[in-house]
């Protein structure tokens, strides 16, 4: 089944860090680029990062720039979002899609900023 | 930063009537870099459109995508029941960050 599968959600205190993981099957994850994206009942979606097939690109929000570091593990067929000086506003269900047109969206994972 | 603005916010149809939904960008969307996105309640989004007017895999005909430049159209000729949901507009390819616009409720009425 062609399916994409987030986990690492979870609550973490405001300044604190998380790792988000996305796993791929069903297709060649190696030859599509990969995005995050976030969705807040405030704010709608909002696209976050993007990373290339062979990592050599990756683009960042401005909002998340110097805070989240989006990577992957080809062999792993994994993507992953390492998030740290978390804040209040990074509040958000997370979901990993496939492309740079988003083709194939996981369910997501939802992360929890709050003291 | 390309801003997308979605119109109406909400659209009130019945089944069977034609639904026109608005997304105007800030600056051109180069090469028609436009997609949409229906919703669903307790769903993830999925791709309806691409390239401003191309069906995405599996999408009905009923759904139709048009613009270019700033201004860009959905159209649903006839709706269904199953069509009532949220929409976005998201640009990609050049403009970095790929925007979404802030979506289109379309409801029964």
């Known amino acids: 089944e062609v399916q994409l599968v987030e986990s690492g959600g979870g609550l973490v205190q405001p300044g604190g860090s998380l790792r988000l993981s996305c796993a791929g099957s069903g297709f060649s994850f190696n030859s599509y680029w990969m995005t995050w994206v976030r969705q807040t009942p405030g704010k709608g979606l909002e696209w976050v990062a993007n990373i290339k097939e062979d990592g050599s690109e990756k683009y960042y929000v401005d909002s998340v720039k110097g805070r989240f570091t989006i990577s992957r593990d080809n062999a792993k067929n994994s993507l992953y979002l390492q998030m740290s000086s978390l804040r209040a506003e990074d509040t958000a269900l997370y979901y990993c899609?496939?492309?740079?047109?988003?083709?194939?969206w996981g369910q997501g994972t939802l992360v929890t900023v709050s003291s | 930063e390309n801003v997308l603005t979605q119109s109406p916010g909400t659209l009130s149809l019945s089944p069977g009537e034609r639904a026109t939904l608005s997304c105007r960008a800030s600056q051109s969307v180069s090469s028609g870099y436009l997609a949409w996105y229906q919703q669903k309640p307790g769903q993830a989004p999925s791709l309806l459109i691409y390239g401003a007017s191309s069906r995405a895999t599996g999408i009905p005909d009923r759904f139709s995508g048009s613009g270019s430049g700033t201004d860009f159209t959905l159209t649903i000729s006839r709706l269904e029941p199953e069509d009532f949901a949220v929409y976005y507009c998201?640009?990609?390819?050049?403009?970095?960050?790929?925007?979404f616009g802030q979506g289109t409720k379309l409801e029964i009425k």
């Open positions: 899609a496939r492309g740079q047109i988003l083709t194939l």
């Open positions: 998201q640009q990609y390819g050049s403009s970095i960050p790929y925007t």
